[in-house]
């Protein structure tokens, strides 16, 4: 049994296996990221799991996602063979006096490789039974399309490598027979010996048998060095070429077929980390730190200088209007551009507005029509979809009562893509462009995946080729994921959202449709921007800074009056609402052409659930609302319950002791503005005894499996959120809405 265990233990696999632990650590992370998603413990509030057990390719989850997935895991094997024989052949100089060298690598390092494949299939097949409710010989299917598109690009990868090997046996092996010429091209240093070396006894030959090392012929370890070095050179040609394929991929990202499944692209992109740690590794060996120290230097003059910017831009704003036309973003500025008047001006003809929209829904001389202020939270493609259900849900029972008695549209993120895909929708309808706007496809179409363009631009264009051009209505601009996000949106709704803020300007001013007004957080400081199609002025401070003389508090920014010279209204409906949706790091920040710039993200920071516009809007015509409607109606949507009990957190390890008070406000940013907002709903009934407050709730039939916060849904989601209307919650709220409406 010793002689057993030492023999396993000296078989060159484990060795290998064992190398990885023990140096150079750092490439394992690819690994554990991996292998905590599929488990549920990385990303899961995001849902990243789905995007790997059930990947979808133009809209589909089949045989071809999968084939695609497979092919890109093949990929990521391939980087993570490369990136560590060029990190550790050194230390296997035995290596280079065999043929087929990197061939002979990969199958004795295939330990960890074929562990995670073994774990991805149980993992993979358990979830699309339990989650996705795939049949067995479906399942059988998805499971043949990953393994041989893992096989195909396996085999392409290694018949490149075998002409390589061909390659040096021209070049250099045929020098390896006359060591004499070999001392007078490399002169031996006595000193320059490899003390690192792994200790094996026996290998895995490309025969799949076991060979004993101390047969192979030796050779001076400097000539096995020098043969090392050229695969280590072809290693690195494979890993430019894949980028290469990634640059021409992204210069063509607005072909669907071309784009990848999510969970694809984030493999090729922890392939491509890898290749660049190993190439680094190879050029720069021992300066390897200074190396990494120096390109992060290089690539912050880069950003310095202008010359690669992370953030994203608003399609349809004019960036390249003279400096003295950019407005001045500070306090003056503010205060001098929000003043009173134009407070007074802006709530003017929003009263005017209503009593357009009024006139057009007086259906009775004594009886007062009730008024509709939709309020909607973020929450991703969850809350789209569950948005667009409720809403189209409740227009559908009151036969279109919904939509004509909203006067007011506006929330956060994911919602805000719902409620404005709902309104584009019955603007359609209304004009008769479309029959039928409770039909089945167009709930469907709300529900398509968002995650896998944008991840695709991530890893195509946002890392690879920054400098990708677009013309865009009327200017040019950069390419990136926040681009991709938009374009996808709009073939997703079948180019309904595909508008700019002028379109509904008329609509809007005359009452025709509920008034949309999208928000972001300004993160300079924290101040709300007001995106909209009229103007808005009157949502920019609250009424008491009217009469404050000193510094009157300005906690919004009304963005058509602010960007004025900018072609506001030329501003995309999707930006908007992307802008509106801005998560971090899925989404790049978007910068303004202000001076300094405006930096803005997701609306949610500010208020994830869209109330404070809400109630300052009713406060601000309070009095005129009181004398001309009935009930007002405050509908809010919002993708998760309101009072919900968090579990406590088990301050159990020194981890949890220690960052829990730094994460908490991160962890529990949705129930203390839920908490803090229902003081306001408790006071505003008190000032406007008309006021009701509704609350439509996604409830999920399993308290633990709720959809996740991604631009993805898997059809189970789809289906919980679907039916979660049923909920007798909320369909006791649906009984108080009819009885109000009426």
Not at 705 to 732: C, G, M, R, V, W
Request: proline content about 4%.
């Amino acid at each position: 049994m010793p002689k057993l265990l030492s023999g396993l233990y000296r078989f060159l696999p484990v060795q290998l296996l064992l190398l990885h632990f023990r140096k150079y650590q750092l490439l394992l992370v690819f690994w554990i990221i991996m292998v905590l998603t599929l488990v549920g413990r990385f990303a899961a509030h995001f849902g990243a799991s789905a995007l790997f057990l059930a990947p979808e390719y133009l809209g589909q989850i089949n045989f071809l996602s999968m084939f695609l997935l497979g092919s890109a895991m093949a990929i990521f094997v391939m980087a993570w063979n490369i990136t560590t024989f060029i990190i550790h052949s050194h230390r296997i100089p035995f290596l280079g006096a065999t043929r087929q060298a990197f061939l002979k690598y990969c199958i004795n390092n295939s330990l960890l490789p074929l562990s995670f494949l073994i774990f991805y299939s149980v993992v993979s097949i358990r979830y699309q039974w339990f989650n996705e409710h795939t049949s067995v010989s479906k399942i059988f299917l998805l499971q043949c399309g990953f393994y041989l598109g893992f096989i195909i690009f396996l085999l392409l990868s290694f018949a490149y490598f075998f002409r390589v090997d061909r390659d040096l046996l021209k070049v250099v092996i045929s020098r390896i027979t006359n060591p004499s010429v070999i001392r007078e091209i490399i002169p031996y240093d006595s000193l320059d010996v490899e003390f690192d070396v792994v200790r094996a006894r026996t290998f895995l030959s490309e025969m799949m048998t076991v060979e004993k090392i101390s047969e192979l012929k030796t050779y001076d370890a400097r000539l096995l060095s020098a043969v090392l070095r050229r695969h280590h050179r072809n290693a690195i040609t494979a890993t430019i070429f894949a980028l290469v394929i990634l640059l021409l991929m992204g210069a063509f990202m607005e072909e669907p077929h071309l784009r990848i499944p999510a969970g694809s692209g984030f493999l090729l992109l922890f392939a491509v980390m890898m290749g660049l740690v190993g190439a680094v590794k190879y050029f720069l060996k021992t300066w390897e730190l200074m190396g990494w120290v120096l390109i992060a230097g290089f690539l912050s003059l880069l950003v310095h200088f202008r010359i690669f910017d992370l953030r994203s831009i608003a399609y349809g704003l004019d960036y390249h209007t003279e400096k003295s036309l950019r407005p001045d973003y500070d306090y003056e500025s503010l205060r001098k551009l929000f003043s009173p008047s134009r407070y007074r001006a802006d709530a003017r003809a929003g009263e005017e507005r209503l009593e357009r929209w009024l006139a057009m829904r007086s259906d009775s001389a004594t009886r007062k029509p009730p008024l509709i202020v939709l309020t909607v939270s973020g929450g991703g493609s969850r809350s789209a979809y569950w948005t667009f259900r409720t809403l189209n849900y409740l227009d559908s029972l009151s036969h279109g009562g919904l939509f004509a008695h909203t006067a007011l549209l506006t929330g956060a993120s994911g919602g805000m893509i719902g409620a404005a895909y709902w309104r584009s929708l019955h603007i359609e309808a209304q004009q008769g462009r479309v029959a039928n706007p409770y039909a089945p496809v167009y709930q469907d179409r709300i529900g398509r995946d968002l995650l896998n363009a944008i991840i695709f631009s991530f890893v195509s264009v946002d890392l690879i080729s920054p400098f990708n051009k677009i013309a865009l209505g009327g200017y040019a601009y950069t390419r990136d994921r926040g681009y991709a996000m938009e374009q996808e949106l709009i073939r997703n709704t079948e180019g309904l959202l595909d508008k700019k803020l002028s379109d509904f300007q008329q609509l809007e001013h005359d009452g025709m449709v509920p008034q949309l007004i999208a928000n972001a957080t300004i993160i300079n400081d924290g101040r709300r921007l007001l995106i909209s199609s009229q103007p808005v002025a009157y949502l920019t401070q609250p009424r008491y800074a009217l009469t404050d003389s000193f510094k009157p508090p300005i906690d919004a920014i009304d963005f058509a009056a602010f960007f004025r010279n900018q072609n506001p209204y030329n501003l995309r409906l999707t930006t908007a609402l992307r802008m509106n949706a801005t998560f971090p790091f899925i989404l790049p920040v978007v910068r303004l052409p202000s001076q300094p710039e405006m930096n803005v993200m997701d609306a949610g920071l500010r208020d994830n659930f869209g109330i404070e516009v809400a109630m300052r809007y009713l406060l601000v015509y309070k009095d005129w609302l009181k004398q001309h409607v009935g009930d007002i109606i405050v509908v809010q949507v919002r993708d998760t319950r309101e009072y919900d009990v968090f579990p406590a957190t088990s301050q159990n390890t020194l981890g949890s002791m220690l960052f829990d008070p730094l994460t908490v406000i991160e962890n529990k940013w949705e129930p203390f503005q839920s908490y803090g907002q229902s003081y306001a709903k408790e006071m505003l009934p008190e000032l406007m005894d008309q006021v009701h407050f509704l609350t439509f709730s996604y409830i999920p039939q399993q308290v633990n499996k709720s959809a996740a916060l991604n631009f993805h849904l898997t059809s189970t989601e789809k289906k919980d959120i679907y039916e979660s209307i049923f909920h007798p919650q909320n369909q006791a709220t649906v009984r108080k809405f009819l009885k109000l409406l009426r």
